[in-house]
């Protein structure tokens, strides 16, 4: 489960930032996951949420954004949705000539402090 490692190392970051900034507590976190990085959303939040248990960030909201895995094929020549990520097959062909602009990446974009 490397997700409790994920929650782990961003809250690692979260209080750091938090301390810099002279914050008392952490109200909120937002992550942006790539549609690559075999994030399970619901483990990350659950994992989370027990790793910030007497922090900083106790009791913050978790907002995710999980990115949605898209590709430009070549074959169909068309921009299209890949259901399956990481599977690089084209749903609409079958091809294999795929152009994706997915990540693979986690970034905290985002912190509310108090």
Known sequence: MHELTLAQNTLEIVEQQARLNGASRV???????????????????FCF???CRNTLAQG??????????????????????????????????????LQTDAHDNIQIKRLEVA
């Open 27 to 45: 109200t909120g976190v937002w992550l942006s996951i790539g549609a690559f990085s075999c994030v399970e959303a619901e483990s990350l939040q």
């Open 60 to 97: 913050c909201s978790l907002h995710l954004d999980v990115q949605v895995a898209q590709a430009w094929c070549r074959a169909c020549e068309r921009q299209v949705t890949l259901p399956d990520a990481p599977v690089l097959i084209c749903p609409l062909c079958g091809g294999h000539a």
């Open 49 to 51: 949420d027990m790793v």
